[in-house]
């Protein structure tokens, strides 16, 4: 290798400059080559990724345009499609071994590209599926027409995942094309994150040797802002369920026999609106046993965040928050668990009126869980709680849907740091660790199954509108985590592990 015309030899102790940072890299372990570790090699992948930009984004709307919606088996078809593209692209990055992996439901996409065994291996994790995109008349366009309005790729799937797990399959190409990976990856997508995983369990139980890492690197997850870079070190369990509500054999006419009967919709809004207290606490008995109080300390820690209320509510159109009693907005969606209806139907909902007394009533509820309550557990206690307080007349049938465990990741490990001074150097500031309030149950799945922990290495925004109309993800985005993940793979190559 040269810099500056004169050979510098690869040795454990050869030191290097990145461009952008005011420090030396560490000495390199004992056999490890450094493929890309000089200034020109560095430059190298910054120019190849600006040279490929526009390549890069029309690949990416490419994926954004096929419907795989997981949820609903209509889109079978175009979540098979999806699958067999996205094993197209990383085979075209470099990849080997790639492969669509049939399971129960949806496949996973798997390949992987050992460059040697002694140096770290990094497992890349993503989905490939999407939420439904209802509903439909919200859309300002196309959700499965991808457009580009102010900087913003709008499309369902664009940050959430399609557009945060194809940075690293164009990442893991630039380094390709620029001396070569630092150290092994492995990367599997798959696609049933949208409904829960459960054919992922099986594939990572069968798979344990293939699977084997040092780390787990995943990018669906979101930033501060783009001038407050992040990283989320927590992400809350989920309990999913859906609940139904029965009452007369049959619909009947409001006028005959409303009032003498008990309405399902009517008893299913009132056991609902029993589930908090004034104070916005969960009224289901032991909800809250397992639930560990953050210290002041760790309260404070969490509040050096930049959160603004004012802008907050304005993004949102909302004239004030609301939530559970003693603690902050931020707090209430991250460290604090919560109980939202997510979905409510029965009786007549069509054009015009219908006077009908429904004969059943329906809602989707979730249970967003900190670390140490368990998804069973408590969807136990939903259920047995729900159906103690049906009212005489209704009968009632709650159905667990999917769920998942907590998960905190530690923030002084090799992994987080690579993560930490990657994203520094690209953003020009530290990120900040912070705790998020989504649920990826694959991440303590991870742990229990194959023993890594996983650094959430997401460069969307909370104001995505993910799962929601008008889903968005930013070009800014996009680019920034190609140019940032080859460095992550460069300083945890570099640090031994």
Request: overall charge negative; some cysteine.
């Amino acid at each position: 290798m040269k810099i500056g015309g004169a050979a510098v030899p690869r040795t454990a102790t050869t030191r290097f400059w990145l461009p952008g940072t005011q420090r030396i890299l560490r000495p390199s372990p004992p056999g490890y080559l450094w493929p890309f570790q000089s200034i020109l090699a560095v430059q190298a992948i910054d120019s190849y990724i600006k040279t490929n930009e526009a390549r890069f984004i029309d690949e990416l709307l490419g994926l954004l345009r096929i419907p795989s919606v997981s949820a609903d088996p209509k889109y079978k078809a175009d979540v098979a499609r999806c699958a067999e593209a996205v094993k197209q692209r990383m085979v075209e990055a470099g990849l080997e071994k790639v492969e669509v992996c049939p399971t129960a439901g949806h496949p996973i996409v798997y390949g992987e590209r050992i460059v040697d065994p002694t140096r770290p291996t990094v497992l890349v994790y993503g989905h490939y599926d999407v939420q439904p995109p209802d509903p439909l008349d919200l859309w300002h366009s196309g959700p499965f027409d991808p457009v580009i309005k102010d900087g913003m790729i709008y499309a369902r799937g664009s940050a959430d995942d399609k557009g945060q797990f194809y940075m690293h399959v164009k990442a893991i190409e630039a380094m390709m094309k620029n001396g070569g990976l630092p150290c092994n990856v492995k990367v599997m997508i798959e696609g049933e994150e949208e409904v829960g995983s459960d054919n992922l369990g099986v594939f990572v139980k069968a798979n344990k040797d293939r699977l084997k890492a040092d780390v787990v690197l995943i990018s669906d997850t979101a930033m501060i802002a783009n001038d407050v870079p992040s990283i989320n070190t927590g992400l809350r369990g989920l309990s999913y369920v859906e609940v139904e509500v029965t009452g007369p054999n049959r619909d009947l006419h409001s006028g005959v026999y409303g009032g003498a009967v008990a309405n399902p919709i009517n008893a299913l809004c009132e056991m609902i609106a029993s589930l908090h207290d004034k104070d916005r606490r969960i009224t289901v008995p032991g909800f809250y046993e397992a639930v560990k109080e953050l210290t002041r300390a760790e309260r404070d820690a969490l509040a050096e965040a930049p959160f603004n209320e004012a802008e907050y509510k304005k993004d949102l159109a909302i004239n004030e928050v609301r939530g559970e009693k003693g603690y902050t907005s931020e707090e209430r969606s991250s460290i604090r668990p919560t109980l939202d209806v997510n979905g409510i139907w029965g009786g007549y909902i069509g054009e015009g009126a219908k006077t009908v007394l429904p004969s059943k009533a329906f809602a989707k509820i979730s249970m967003r869980l900190v670390p140490d309550q368990k998804s069973d557990a408590i969807t136990e206690l939903f259920k047995d709680h729900f159906e103690r307080i049906a009212p005489p007349g209704i009968q009632v049938v709650v159905r667990p849907h999917h769920g998942g465990e907590a998960a905190v990741t530690p923030i002084d490990s090799p992994a987080y740091q690579a993560a930490s001074k990657a994203m520094e150097e690209t953003f020009g500031k530290k990120p900040i660790p912070t705790r998020g309030g989504g649920s990826i149950p694959i991440v303590a799945l991870f742990e229990a199954e194959l023993g890594l922990k996983t650094v959430l290495f997401g460069f969307g925004l909370d104001s995505d509108n993910i799962h929601s109309p008008n889903e968005k993800y930013g070009v800014f985005n996009y680019m920034q985590g190609i140019r940032t993940i080859p460095r992550f793979f460069h300083h945890y190559a570099a640090s031994g592990r």
